[in-house]
């Protein structure tokens, strides 16, 4: 099962992604937890990431599109891949289409998370998520066992630099710029299939699971 979660900064793709993977026993591969990763590591992709990523803004399609190529080689998405968080571009879209053609192993399903942008400020300034990478919450749609602290590490939670209200701006511009044509680009295709991403976690996990075994 190879899958695209497409929809809106703090749409609730990243959960989605976790329960999915959990469901089907496939990785959920995140452009923006690996850039983070690359990050916190300090690599050279994650110096000249860090800039863009703060900022609110698209990390070049460049360096983007040959860290995920690269991610999808590894041999845990063999059997398929939930991806969240890319394609963000059409350029970034038409390099996936084109790599995955030459592997013979195409696109099954591209969920398109339905919501009004209006609903996601709220949603992106209460995440809270644990500095080192073991997941995110909400203060109030899904929080913590206990507050502020990771479930997993135990670590006190973080706000991520870009879930501040101007960068939030910024990230749905470049939504609206840039990842928004990626809808009608995989309607053409025939792979679309939305879904409301407005409802309660279950409700959101259920429609999906519909889709993606229809
Ligand atoms: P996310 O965790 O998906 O919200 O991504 C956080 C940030 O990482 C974004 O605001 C971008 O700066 C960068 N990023 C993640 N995925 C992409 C992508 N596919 N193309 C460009 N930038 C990305």
Known sequence: MRVIFLGPPGSGKGTQAKRLQEAQGIPQVSTGDLLRQAVRDQTELGREAQGYMDAGKLVPDSLVIALLLERIQAG???GGFILDGFPRTVPQAEALDAALAEQGRPIDTVVNFVIDLGRLV???VGRRVCPGGHGEWHVRFNPPQRDEVCDVCGAALIQREDDQEDRIRTRMEAYRADTEPLIAFYREHGVLQDI???GELDTVTAQIEAVVTR
């Open 76 to 78: 845990d998405c063999a």
């Open 196 to 198: 409301d991403a407005l």
């Open 122 to 124: 709220e949603r992106l």
